[in-house]
């Protein structure tokens, strides 16, 4: 399965980005979507999630600056990031967390990644 991510670059410090990702509809309208960000040297860590409801969750370090929103029609989770600051540089991976069930009952829980986008705040 494939996620498609994209949007990162290059940005001064107080400047804007939004990255976007988009899902195959059979795991987008199943799943709770996420964006993920890795610096160097440090651990992958949750940034955002947007539940198929539209319950949103943030890392206590971008609320208020990032804004995660879902187009069920487009098969599409946004990133909206404003005030970034250096510390945000990473690169940036979304994510689809969900599950189905198979004919005869059975579930199935699935974690599925894009590719990764580079997101650099520097002067």
């Known amino acids: 399965v494939q996620l498609q991510a994209s949007g990162g670059g290059l940005v001064q410090p107080g400047g804007s980005l939004r990255l976007s990702c988009v899902a195959p509809?059979?795991?987008?309208?199943?799943?709770?979507m996420g964006w993920y960000r890795q610096a160097p040297g440090k651990q992958r860590e949750l940034v955002a999630s947007v539940t198929s409801g539209g319950i949103t969750d943030y890392a206590d370090s971008v609320k208020g600056r990032f804004t995660i929103s879902r187009d069920n029609a487009e098969n599409t989770v946004y990133l909206h990031m404003n005030s970034l600051e250096p510390e945000d540089t990473a690169v940036y991976y979304c994510?689809?967390?969900?599950?189905?069930?198979?004919?005869?009952?059975?579930?199935?829980?699935?974690?599925?990644w894009g590719q990764g986008t580079q997101v650099t705040v520097s002067s």
């Open positions: 509809e059979r795991i987008f309208s199943k799943s709770k």
């Open positions: 994510n689809a967390d969900g599950y189905y069930y198979t004919d005869d009952g059975a579930p199935v829980v699935f974690k599925y």
